[in-house]
């Protein structure tokens, strides 16, 4: 994936994502450069006592023959970690997207449609303190007026086109 590549040439800083699944942690993207908006569907977390377990051991849980996971260390209800909608955004991931925004010297929206906040701030905040601004995507956002560049395009394409350019 694009991303990691990026990474490996020491062009990427980090990548903000709403995706919850680990996609870029498992294409080669190291954790601390993921910010997760949306939190982890592969962490689990007990709401009684905060203790934290992978989604594969919670699944061995089920396995020995419970149907709703309960937490070893307190027996109360485990759930993924992510965010619904609705919820609050985690802080702290929030707090290091808005940090790593305002110091961008680049940020690149790849297909995103802009319009679920507080995300849609990051490339506000990226703008207001002198980022180049550039959006990827299929349909038009509400940013794309701010934009230094918007290109109507899947990310993919857009992006393997980069990396041409980057290498040569
Ligand atoms: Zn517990």
Redesign the pocket.
Known sequence: MTGAILHRLDRLDCCITQNVDDLHQRAGLPADRVIELRGKATRTR?L????VYSRDEVHGWREVGGAVPA?P????V?KPTTVLFGEAMPVREMEEAERRSRAADLFVVLGSSLVVYPAAYMPAHAKHTGATLVIVNLEPTPMDAQADLVIRDRAGRVMAAVLDGVRA
């Open positions: 007990c009684e006592c905060g203790a937490c260390a307190c027996g109360g485990v």
